[in-house]
Structure formats: C-alpha cells, structure tokens
Nanobody, 131 residues
Framework: QVQLVESGGGSVQAGGSLRLSCAASGYTYGLNCWAWFRQPPGKEREAVAGIYTNGGSIAYADSVKERFTISEDNAMNTIYLQMNSLKPEDTAMYYC????????????????????????WGQGTQVTVSS
C-alpha cells in the first residue's frame, strides 16, 4: 500500500508563489504516473499537471501553463508543484495522485482529468489566493 502526503499549501496574495510537495511512502514500485489535481469550492476536481517519471512526459492544464511547474525527486520519492503568479481562481484544495500506466496513457488521463485512472491519492492541501 502507498501513502501520499501533500504539504506546502497556504494563503498568499495574488501574484505570489507556493511550492507544494507530495511525499510517497510504502509500496511505490510501479507508480510512474503522477499528477496534481485541484478542487475549487463547489466545483469538480480537475487535473492541473502530470508527469511520467524518470525524465518522461509532462502535461499541464491550459489555465496553469507558464505559471506552474511539476517536477520529481526520485531519490526522495517526492513530487513537487511550483506555483508562480498565483491568481484568486487558483484557490482550491490540491491533491496529489499516482498510478502505474504507460506514458501516453498517463498524459491522456492527465489532459482529460480522469480521476478514476489514479489509484492512490493524498489527503489534500489547501491553497487560498486573495486579491
């Protein structure tokens, strides 16, 4: 069983930055597709960014391109989401998710926001951006 723990959320003003971390522990073998999702209040969960590990593909939602960067530290079993130029509409609970799948399917599932494709989820970390 794998455990994912997010951290790094908080409250910032518009234009500010935050760096989210997702630390994985337990049985992580085979988990090669990692993603960040977010769920604004009263709305559905949506994919923000995804990465196929070990230097593989990366995908971003159009709303965060050029502002957010997903990265990995395999030695630490950790995934990061650097968020710059934050906007009030970025306010949401942010979740880390992981699963095992081939690269093209990983990117497809991230771009389509298919939450059911991801087997492991963290508990979420809140990001609040004020104007």
């Amino acid at each position: 069983q794998v455990q994912l723990v997010e951290s790094g959320g908080g409250s910032v003003q518009a234009g500010g930055s935050l760096r989210l971390s997702c630390a994985a522990s337990g049985y992580t073998y085979g988990l090669n597709c990692w993603a960040w999702f977010r769920q604004p209040p009263g709305k559905e969960r949506e994919a923000v960014a995804g990465i196929y590990t070990n230097g593989g593909s990366i995908a971003y939602a159009d709303s965060v391109k050029e502002r957010f960067t997903i990265s990995e530290d395999n030695a630490m079993n950790t995934i990061y989401l650097q968020m710059n130029s934050l906007k009030p509409e970025d306010t949401a609970m942010y979740y880390c998710a992981a699963s095992g799948m081939v690269s093209w399917l990983c990117m497809d599932r991230v771009r389509s926001g298919r939450t059911a494709a991801f087997a492991a989820w963290g508990q979420g970390t809140q990001v609040t951006v004020s104007s």
